[in-house]
Nanobody, 120 residues
Framework: QVQLVESGGGLVQAGGSLTLSCAAS????????MGWYRQAPGKQRELVAR???????NYADSVKGRFTISRFTAKNTVYLQMNSLKPEDTAVYYC??????????????WGQGTQVTVSS
């Protein structure tokens, strides 16, 4: 069984910074891409950033230049460094990962979400 556990959310003033972490554990053979999504109240879940095993990353236009995604492959962990936060960044942030187990079956897993609130 695979679990993704997020941490690092909280309340911050506009212009501030937060770093989110997400650690995958369980029967993991390999992890391809890992990413962060967010869902604000009344809105659909949207991609924030995603990074593949080679370290290539892509970002939503709304966070380019402010957010940085990185991963520590040996520890099955992905990070999201968020700078210059804006009130519109307020959302529940979810981690996901494309994980192959020891049977080499791949599935997409999601974390439970962590709340990020940016006050104006």
């Amino acid at each position: 069984q695979v679990q993704l556990v997020e941490s690092g959310g909280g309340l911050v003033q506009a212009g501030g910074s937060l770093t989110l972490s997400c650690a995958a554990s369980g029967s993991i053979f390999s992890i391809a891409a890992m990413g962060w999504y967010r869902q604000a109240p009344g809105k659909q879940r949207e991609l924030v950033a995603r990074i593949n095993r080679a370290g290539d990353a892509n970002y939503a236009d709304s966070v380019k230049g402010r957010f940085t995604i990185s991963r520590f492959t040996a520890k099955n962990t992905v990070y999201l460094q968020m700078n210059s936060l804006k009130p519109e960044d307020t959302a529940v942030y979810y981690c996901n990962a494309d994980i192959a187990d020891y049977g080499l079956d791949s599935s997409l897993y999601w974390g439970q979400g962590t709340q990020v609130t940016v006050s104006s």
